[in-house]
């Protein structure tokens, strides 16, 4: 299991659920893998098709946007606004041969600890399974980055 | 008498007028053509030939009425907006009438999304409206849509289409005085089903004197089967199909559909023939042309009048 | 405004496949409010191609400009000190802002990558319709401000056909009939009676069907 390959995951979590559902699986003792790295956002519908993008390009192997449940946006339609925007890398995604199942949108509320712990495990297996993103794990990636 | 249209000296009798129509085929074939129009001969005044219906691609209409010259029969050109520009148009009028075409159908025609090429492109130069005004300023005036001079104008009998059943309702007949204005002699229209609201359309066409402008045909189409009803009723734009009718051909076994699609095509026919103002029928069997003569004698159209 | 879409990602690697270094150009006009080549979009694209040609081990230089109109020579003029080196412009403009640089840079290979759509209108967030062809005879005047040239599918000067069911066109559930609206329209302004004109056939040399079209106002001329 030494070599097993360990995932770079960026998890986009909303202030209002997610990141809170975070917090209380940190308080209740819940493990989570520490591959997911968490960036705290105002709202899911913060989280641009760009900000996707550059996490991809900067080596994550998976992303995740974690917004409100349906209907509990503290901004009204973010969650679902966000939803759509990620529907929409996720076609770019396959269409540039990265995969589009590399990225998800999840909903949860901030009372959902155990959820987030879950949600983080799952997508980490599931990203173990598809394997290292396919532009990070190239010699041009390494250019880029000397040279970027 | 504007010309020396068949159609148009049946109309001047005062008698009802029966008129149908023939698909050309898809293929160069000319066999078809002439099987269906022999099929008709002595049932109706003259025969339609569509111009690439539902934007399938067909032999022209053009050839094929021809061929029905040749068979000593009347043909009715139809020529839709869709595919020619007005040059094309004058110039295949010419053509047509050159070989003894005297009556055709100005139509918009059906968007190419509907047919087998939807990729092409389509003309729409000028519209249905349009086009009956200019087949009348070849015929009256003796001039191009460029303003030229035409040697031996084309005496064209002028028809066109109305669809009683197309919304906004309010706006059916209207439109329709707008054919008038341009120049119409004749309107065909879409198949008859719903009987009540032809008739009341008729009756707004009375009100407005519209029937002493210009001559009515009632469009017949037999339904073949339960499913063509409801195809036509759900499928087709602009085509209204009411319940009883699509229940009463499915009340019967399927064998009989056929059968009693024709007798309501009759039934039809017997009713309308009493509205005041209608000057015959238009009857389009679709791929069920030999049913025509049954139809025409059934309901008491025969013989058709020696003009 | 004019509306574009963004070509397939394989139409567009296609086109920069031969090059190493490549200008990104978007356009802050029409482009931008339609969201298919503003400065966004161009980061975005930028984004895409690098990392679907890191994919097969190659980088792909890509150096984004955003002009403020790529329809005018004097804002194209700006790309003058960033062509050099690059190996071909991808522009994020409308066929306008690509013919304008193919016209100001002559040995530079410049490919679009995005389709001009229409001249059209934003019906909702995230929704534009096509609204004008161009025509150069506007008839809006005769028609209650619905042009039938632009939306009845067969452009008919009197209509509806007998297609149009509940308002809506024959060609799709999707799309309203053109008449339909401007008999509505008629009506509210109390125009009915002029529905009954017949609208005579038009001259299309003012269109596209007189040849490519120009403007020219001698007042303005410098």
Known sequence: MANRFEPVIAAFCCHYCSYTAADMAGSMRLSYPPNVHIIRVPCSGKVDAIHIMKAFEKGADGVYVAGCLEGDCHFKNGNVRAGRRVEYVKKLLDEIGIGGERLEMITMSAGMGELFARTASDFTEKIRKEGPNPVKSLPGAAVRSAAG | ?307 | MITAERKPMEEIMGYVEPCQRILLVGCNECVTVCAAGGRKEVGLLSSALQMAFMKSGKVLQVKELTLERQCDPEYVEELVREIDGVDAVLSMACGCGVQEIARRFRDKPVFPAVNTSFMGASERQGVWAERCQGCGNCVLGLTGGICPIARCSKRLLNGPCGGSTGGKCEISPDVDCAWHLIWERMKALGMEKSYEQVMPARDWRTSRDGGPRKIVREDLAL
């Open chain 2, 1 to 307: 008498m504007k010309t020396d249209s068949r159609l148009e000296k049946v109309l001047k009798t005062g008698g009802l007028a029966v008129t149908s129509e023939c698909g050309p085929p898809r293929g160069a074939v000319p066999e078809k053509i002439r099987e269906k129009a022999a099929m008709l001969k002595g049932y109706v005044d003259a025969i339609n030939v569509t111009d690439n219906q539902t934007a399938v691609v067909r032999m022209s209409s053009l050839a094929a009425c021809i061929f029905i010259r040749q068979m000593g029969l009347s043909a009715i050109l139809q020529m839709v907006a869709r595919d020619r520009n007005r040059i094309a148009m004058q110039s295949d009028i010419l053509g047509a009438y050159s070989h003894g075409v005297d009556t055709m159908l100005c139509l918009s025609g059906d968007h190419p999304k509907f047919g087998d090429h939807p990729m092409a492109a389509n003309v729409y130069d000028i519209d249905s409206v349009q086009m009956v005004q200019m087949v009348k300023q070849m015929r009256d005036e003796g001039t191009f849509q460029g303003g030229g001079d035409i040697e031996n104008p084309p005496k064209m009998y002028i028809g066109a289409a109305a669809n009683p059943f197309a919304d906004p309702f309010e706006l059916r007949v209207p439109r329709l005085a707008k054919k008038v204005t341009a120049g119409v002699d004749f309107i065909q229209t879409q198949c008859v089903y719903n009987l009540d609201k032809f008739e009341r359309w008729m009756a707004q066409i009375r009100e407005r004197g519209l029937h002493e402008k210009v001559h009515i045909l009632a469009g017949i189409t037999p339904m073949k089967s339960a499913g063509m009803a409801r195809y036509m009723k759900n499928r087709v734009p602009g085509m209204d199909v009411p319940d009883e009718l699509v229940n009463r051909m499915a009340g019967v076994p399927k064998e009989k559909q056929g059968a009693e699609g024709l007798t309501i095509a009759v039934e039809s026919i017997e009713r309308l023939k009493e509205v005041k103002g209608l000057s015959g029928f238009h009857i389009m069997a679709i791929e069920w042309e030999e049913k025509v003569p049954e139809i025409v004698e059934r309901a008491g159209l025969l013989p058709r009048p020696e003009v």
